[in-house]
């Protein structure tokens, strides 16, 4: 058993020069699971393609750690060998290269020169981890989620996560575009991977995923910070009677009406 | 400014080489016109690529005899990598330096009719059917100075003969060994596929001249009769001292489908024409290349299909890849003429460029004089995605291991196309060693 943390401090992200996240404190622990929700555009999303390093998004103040290690200071490959997984809202198409072989190849990635997953091994637990999520064994042989379906694209990413084994896994709207029966496969994959090894960070727009992901953890993002934390209770609530009541009890004025009187 | 450049071979040379070679009283009288036009005739003038300063026309000329081979163990370990590795040396012919040095087609082959013998041989016993075809409806001797060159001094190639209704399962390799590095190979390969029959033949042309210049002058021309189909193979990977000048056509006729995927890894200065022509209703043809360009090299690449016939479709799809400061121009020139009513012509050119120095141009050219037609082009030339990148990576993927994913599946729609396992894997090798 490995204990992981993941630690965000007072993070600060800008896009093109406009300041999404102004200043981020969350902690992730090894088997801990929290859910990230808010009103669309609060940053939820810039949270996760800055944890994993994503080219258009700039850090301009603060710190994300890994068991102490600056993973700001890291590449996207060393983050994520260093344990760091980000299924994504809206993975990349590689034409060209098969499912499968990428798959192989990250998985290889981990491992040291020599001690490469052997074809058989990896064929095995391709196989039952595509048939436990449901998606067609012709996937392995099409090209990088070219062509695919949106629900596909969910899958696949759910299928790397399966395969990749990370320590901390950031699960960027992993529902959208989802009908039930893909929500609920997805889900049980990620419940799967459950246990004391894994620490999970999932963003959501809806409490709908979180009926069958319980989170320990919930966190409220808007205008770029966390602004509330609390338990599962939290998600139901906000479920139930919406983002206003947060706003309200925090004195949180809109951003437009700040902007017009700036 | 007129430079006049005489050329270092005369009559008596040519004459002498082709009684050397025993050829018909047509062959001898083609390349002594040939080498008058030579004198007289322009070079070629590749689109957007300046070749004036290239060397094309001074060179060693070379028609002596190499040591033939036995087995496939005389060759050198980078020769045998495009045989696969339980090869029956079967259907396979190598040509060493201008000696054929190994030649084998199959019983059954030779008892249907097929021919697939070195172009001398074939000039000998089959007079008659070469004349008919060679050098004159695709690759015209006068078509510029450089063809008419390849016709006075032709030193090697291959002659492929598939007779009516005969189809051709196996492919038939031909591996073109430049092993002396500082004498020209002006190569020539005849294809000729009769009514209803069908062949796959995929070729290898390679060097190992560094350093020494020298020069290839290569001629293919295809025949494909009503209903036949050929699907043709190339990898040329000359080395970096050799300035190519390689032209490959083909005549489709009736319902006839020609399809064409080249893997052009020449590491010299190069100039290719690809020219299909879309003769009879219905014919077809597919025309896909892919490139690599490295250190200084300057390449000029021209696939160009022209339709002639009613309902012909042409589908031209160049793949290229730029690093160092070398530099590509990509033509893809679809044509579709008066008369070709329900044709279709599409042309996609993609250039990816890996640096900063290296420069790609991409140029798909529509040219239609014919209402009832339908077409389409595509062309771009970008860096790797960044974005592409970032997915690759965040799976733990390194830099340089992403980038040679990305490029890999660039360059698969062509490779992927090549009909033998163990050419296409050797392509990829070669992809491999020029990126990297």
Same mark, same amino acid.
């Given at each position: 058993?490995?204990?992981?943390?993941?630690?965000?401090?007072?993070? $600060?992200?800008?896009?093109?020069?406009?300041?999404?996240?102004?200043?981020?404190?969350?902690?992730?622990?090894?088997?801990?699971? $929290?859910?990230?929700?808010?009103?669309?555009?609060?940053?939820?999303?810039?949270?996760?393609?800055?944890?994993?390093?994503?080219?258009?998004?700039?850090?301009?103040?603060?710190?994300?750690?890994?068991?102490?290690?600056?993973?700001?200071?890291?590449?996207?490959?060393?983050?994520?060998?260093?344990?760091?997984?980000?299924?994504?809202?809206?993975?990349?198409?590689?034409?060209?290269?098969?499912?499968?072989?990428?798959?192989?190849?990250?998985?290889?990635?981990?491992?040291?020169?020599?001690?490469?997953?052997?074809?058989?091994?990896?064929?095995?637990?391709?196989?039952?981890?595509?048939?436990?999520?449901?998606?067609?064994?012709?996937?392995? %042989?099409?090209?990088?989620?070219?062509?695919?379906?949106?629900?596909?694209?969910?899958?696949?990413?759910?299928? @790397?996560?399966? @395969?990749? $084994?990370?320590?901390?896994?950031?699960?960027?709207?992993?529902?959208?575009?989802?009908?039930?029966? #893909?929500?609920?496969?997805?889900?049980?994959?990620?419940?799967?991977?459950?246990?004391?090894?894994?620490?999970?960070?999932?963003?959501?727009?809806?409490?709908?995923?979180?009926?069958?992901? %319980?989170?320990?953890?919930? $966190?409220?993002?808007?205008?770029?910070?966390?602004?509330?934390?609390?338990?599962?209770?939290?998600?139901?609530?906000?479920? #139930?009677?919406?983002?206003?009541?947060?706003?309200?009890?925090?004195?949180?004025?809109?951003?437009?009406?700040?902007?017009?009187?700036? | 400014?007129?430079?006049?450049?005489?050329?270092?071979?005369?009559?008596?040379?040519?004459?002498?080489?082709?009684?050397?070679?025993?050829?018909?009283?047509?062959?001898?009288?083609?390349?002594? !016109?040939?080498?008058?036009?030579?004198?007289?005739?322009?070079?070629?003038?590749?689109?957007?690529?300046?070749?004036?300063?290239?060397?094309?026309?001074?060179?060693?000329?070379?028609?002596?005899?190499?040591? !033939?081979?036995?087995?496939?163990?005389?060759?050198?370990?980078?020769?045998?990598?495009?045989?696969?590795?339980?090869?029956?040396?079967?259907?396979?012919?190598?040509?060493?330096?201008?000696?054929?040095?190994?030649?084998?087609?199959?019983?059954?082959?030779?008892?249907?009719? *097929?021919?697939?013998?070195?172009?001398?041989?074939?000039?000998?016993?089959?007079?008659?059917?070469?004349?008919?075809?060679?050098?004159?409806?695709?690759?015209?001797?006068?078509?510029?100075?450089?063809?008419?060159?390849?016709? /006075?001094?032709?030193?090697?190639?291959?002659?492929?003969?598939?007779?009516?209704?005969?189809?051709?399962?196996?492919?038939?390799?031909?591996?073109?060994?430049?092993?002396?590095?500082?004498?020209?190979?002006?190569?020539?390969?005849?294809?000729?596929?009769?009514?209803?029959?069908?062949?796959?033949? *995929?070729?290898?042309?390679?060097?190992?001249?560094?350093?020494?210049?020298?020069?290839?002058?290569?001629?293919?021309?295809?025949?494909?009769?009503?209903?036949?189909?050929? /699907?043709?193979?190339?990898?040329?990977?000359?080395?970096?001292?050799?300035?190519?000048? *390689?032209?490959?056509?083909?005549?489709?006729?009736?319902?006839?489908?020609?399809?064409?995927?080249?893997?052009?890894?020449?590491?010299?200065?190069?100039?290719?024409?690809?020219?299909?022509?879309?003769?009879?209703?219905? /014919?077809?043809?597919?025309?896909?290349?892919?490139?690599?360009?490295?250190?200084?090299?300057?390449?000029?690449?021209?696939?160009?299909?022209?339709?002639?016939?009613?309902?012909?479709?042409?589908?031209?799809?160049?793949?290229?890849?730029?690093?160092?400061?070398?530099?590509?121009?990509?033509? /893809?020139?679809?044509?579709?003429?008066?008369?070709?009513?329900?044709?279709?012509?599409?042309?996609?050119?993609?250039?990816?460029?890996?640096?900063?120095?290296?420069?790609?141009?991409?140029?798909?050219?529509?040219?239609?004089?014919?209402?009832?037609?339908?077409?389409?082009?595509?062309?771009?030339?970008?860096?790797?995605?960044?974005?592409?990148?970032?997915?690759?990576?965040?799976?733990?993927?390194?830099?340089?291991?992403?980038?040679?994913?990305?490029?890999?599946?660039?360059?698969?729609?062509?490779?992927?196309?090549?009909?033998?396992?163990?050419?296409?894997?050797?392509?990829?090798?070669?992809?491999?060693? !020029?990126?990297?």
């Amino acid at each position: 058993m490995s204990s992981t943390v993941l630690e965000i401090k007072n993070l $600060h992200v800008s896009i093109e020069d406009k300041e999404i996240l102004k200043g981020v404190n969350l902690t992730v622990k090894s088997g801990e699971f $929290h859910a990230i929700m808010g009103p669309n555009g609060t940053g939820k999303s810039t949270l996760a393609s800055a944890i994993m390093g994503h080219p258009n998004y700039e850090v301009t103040e603060g710190t994300i750690t890994l068991d102490g290690e600056d993973v700001l200071e890291m590449e996207v490959d060393e983050r994520a060998r260093a344990g760091l997984f980000l299924a994504m809202q809206y993975p990349s198409e590689i034409s060209g290269v098969t499912t499968s072989d990428f798959l192989r190849s990250a998985i290889n990635a981990k491992r040291e020169e020599g001690d490469e997953i052997p074809l058989m091994n990896f064929i095995k637990k391709l196989d039952r981890d595509l048939e436990y999520l449901d998606i067609d064994k012709n996937m392995a %042989t099409r090209y990088l989620n070219v062509g695919f379906s949106g629900g596909e694209k969910k899958r696949n990413e759910i299928l @790397q996560l399966l @395969q990749l $084994h990370p320590d901390i896994a950031i699960l960027d709207e992993i529902d959208s575009g989802l009908d039930i029966d #893909a929500l609920k496969v997805v889900s049980k994959g990620i419940n799967q991977m459950r246990s004391e090894n894994l620490g999970c960070l999932i963003i959501t727009h809806y409490q709908r995923l979180l009926n069958y992901i %319980t989170p320990d953890f919930v $966190h409220v993002m808007m205008q770029g910070r966390v602004v509330k934390s609390g338990g599962p209770e939290l998600a139901k609530r906000l479920e #139930a009677e919406g983002y206003e009541w947060v706003k309200e009890e925090l004195g949180i004025e809109d951003e437009e009406t700040t902007e017009q009187n700036a | 400014m007129y430079v006049e450049t005489k050329l270092p071979f005369n009559q008596e040379y040519i004459q002498a080489i082709s009684k050397d070679r025993n050829e018909p009283g047509w062959m001898a009288t083609l390349r002594s !016109k040939a080498l008058e036009m030579a004198n007289s005739l322009d070079m070629p003038k590749p689109d957007k690529t300046k070749i004036t300063n290239w060397n094309f026309t001074d060179f060693q000329h070379s028609n002596k005899e190499a040591v !033939k081979i036995t087995s496939i163990d005389e060759l050198p370990e980078e020769l045998r990598a495009y045989f696969d590795g339980d090869a029956s040396m079967e259907n396979l012919y190598i040509q060493r330096n201008q000696t054929a040095a190994y030649n084998s087609l199959s019983q059954e082959l030779q008892d249907k009719g *097929v021919i697939f013998t070195d172009i001398f041989t074939a000039m000998n016993e089959h007079s008659d059917l070469v004349e008919k075809y060679y050098m004159n409806d695709a690759v015209a001797v006068d078509q510029n100075r450089l063809t008419a060159l390849h016709g /006075a001094l032709m030193n090697g190639g291959i002659f492929v003969y598939v007779p009516r209704n005969v189809q051709i399962k196996e492919p038939l390799q031909a591996v073109f060994w430049q092993e002396d590095t500082d004498s020209a190979l002006l190569n020539h390969v005849l294809v000729v596929a009769e009514e209803g029959s069908s062949v796959t033949y *995929v070729e290898n042309y390679i060097s190992h001249n560094d350093t020494e210049e020298t020069v290839a002058n290569l001629v293919t021309e295809v025949f494909a009769h009503d209903n036949a189909q050929v /699907a043709y193979g190339a990898v040329d990977n000359f080395a970096e001292g050799t300035t190519t000048y *390689v032209n490959r056509r083909g005549v489709a006729k009736h319902d006839a489908r020609i399809d064409w995927a080249l893997g052009q890894m020449n590491d010299g200065n190069t100039v290719s024409e690809n020219i299909t022509y879309l003769m009879g209703e219905n /014919a077809a043809s597919d025309a896909k290349a892919v490139s690599v360009g490295r250190g200084k090299q300057t390449q000029n690449f021209t696939s160009s299909i022209r339709q002639f016939g009613k309902a012909t479709d042409g589908y031209i799809l160049q793949r290229g890849v730029m690093k160092g400061s070398a530099s590509t121009i990509f033509n /893809a020139i679809g044509k579709i003429e008066h008369g070709a009513t329900k044709a279709n012509s599409e042309q996609e050119s993609r250039v990816l460029m890996l640096s900063e120095k290296s420069r790609g141009d991409a140029n798909p050219i529509l040219l239609i004089d014919e209402d009832d037609v339908t077409a389409g082009h595509a062309a771009s030339v970008g860096r790797v995605d960044p974005l592409q990148m970032y997915y690759l990576m965040s799976r733990g993927l390194e830099r340089e291991e992403a980038e040679r994913l990305v490029i890999h599946g660039f360059l698969a729609p062509v490779v992927a196309q090549l009909p033998i396992e163990s050419v296409r894997k050797q392509l990829t090798q070669v992809i491999e060693r !020029k990126v990297y």
